[in-house]
């Protein structure tokens, strides 16, 4: 279903991302093709090294992130929220440019701080459940939780189409799922943690291939 | 409303050639609540027509049963060159179309 | 009955409830109903012609793909008219109704449906000659562990 892209529903947003790459936005009248032009060319390879650090603001960015920051400095709109339909898609169609191109992160000096909060969190009980995220996607991939297989938690498909939300989604959104899978407390999406925690998915997905948009149950 | 249409752009005269579409829409079934508890409201695509040279070559009636962002394949002869178009309205009476060129030789 | 009893059973059955009221029972005479509902009376309803090709174990039943194949030589006297897709067991079980003809070539459909349970999906087709043909294929759907209560 996925590699089919007819099949793919993801590829909706895929063309809707298109669409908006396009389309003029703000009181700047500039539209992402006025500065990037052809996606094809200037977004080809960008996915593979997010999230990374705006030097701007020396903080921590991802694809959602950095769009909107472009929105806010070179278009002069309002930001998209979070999960919202719009800014899906355009994540979609950035981090579709790299399909196929291995996820290439690197710590340093900059993003080392990150990194390593993003470790501590994947490694650490938490929820009711008591249960911190390796305990399931390092120690448990592979084995059964009723008809689900567990996953080896890697996030180099998102945004991804999920057939039970029977929508397209973000990596922050599974994150939530996750939480309260593990009966813990919710945090927004697009919050430092979960930031944090992409950093060290990404270092920890390094090689695999992009695949967005994915497919899964 | 989104839509992708996707058919074989050349074909042979009297070609049994696919066509498929795929529309982006949550096709709510109205037994979903949303994130307050309230039910969403059912809002399906009911209807969808398929014309090709201004003649209808199929239909769609639908209701809830149907996925959500549908797809839809089906097959027909190809007669000569022109335009396959689909339309469609839902429950909420939004009306959504697309259309793609198809040359035929022979 | 001790409390902690009681307590459990009225856990239980607060949290079967949604569940016992979104299940709709299999009636002997379900599926026939539907099949009056869509063929306007009594008429015939031969088994055969039609194939229901679906996975036999979904992974989901938000998006489960179906293909209807009629055995017909689609041509100007003798072809597929409609084909009605039924799910008994869905709240709703008229799926969906595709109207077609002569120039369709090819009597196929793709699409994908949902399914509330596991059950038989019947695709009843009607010829140009008014007769009624159908079709069934089970599908079991399986459940998820990993829900988005976010």
Sequence with gaps: MQSDDFSNPGMLWVARGEKLWMTPAGGSGKSCATCHTEASQGMKGVATRYPAMDPGSARLVNIEGRINLCRARHQQVEAFQYESEELLALTAYVAHQSRGMPVKIEIDAQNRRHFDRGRDLYNRRIGQMNLSCAQCHDQNWGKKLLTDTISQGHGNAYPIYRLEWQNAGSLHRRFRNCLYGVRAELLPAGSAEFLDLELFLAWRARGLPLETPGVRR | MLAIVLIPREARRGEIIPIRIAIQHPMETGFRPDNFGRRIPKNVINSLVCRYNGVEIFRAEMGSGIAANPQLQFYTVAQKSGDIIFEWVDDAGQAGGERAALTVSG | ?150
């Excluded at chain 3, 902690?4 to 005479?29: E, W």
């Excluded at chain 3, 099949?35 to 306007?40: D, L, P």
């Excluded at chain 3, 294929?137 to 998820?144: D, F, G, N, S, Y």
Aim: overall charge positive; glycine content about 8%; some cysteine.
């Design chain 3, 1 to 150: 009955m001790p409390t902690r009893r009681r307590f459990l059973a009225t856990l239980t059955a607060i949290a079967g409830a949604p569940f016992a009221a979104r299940a709709v029972p299999a009636q002997a005479d379900g599926r026939d109903f539907l099949i009056r509902q869509v063929t306007g009376g009594g008429a015939l309803v031969r088994e055969g012609r039609v194939k229901v090709d679906t996975p036999e174990l979904a992974d989901n039943g938000h998006s489960v793909p179906l293909r209807v194949i009629v055995d017909s030589p689609m041509t100007a006297t003798d072809y597929v008219r409609s084909v009605t897709l039924l799910a008994e067991r869905n709240p709703r079980p008229i799926v969906a109704t595709f109207s077609l003809g002569p120039w369709a070539g090819r009597a196929e459909i793709f699409t994908r449906i949902r399914l509330a349970d596991t059950q038989e999906v019947l695709a009843l087709a009607q010829l140009s000659d008014g007769s009624y043909w159908s079709g069934t294929a089970k599908v079991i759907v399986t459940e998820l562990a990993c829900l988005d209560g976010s």
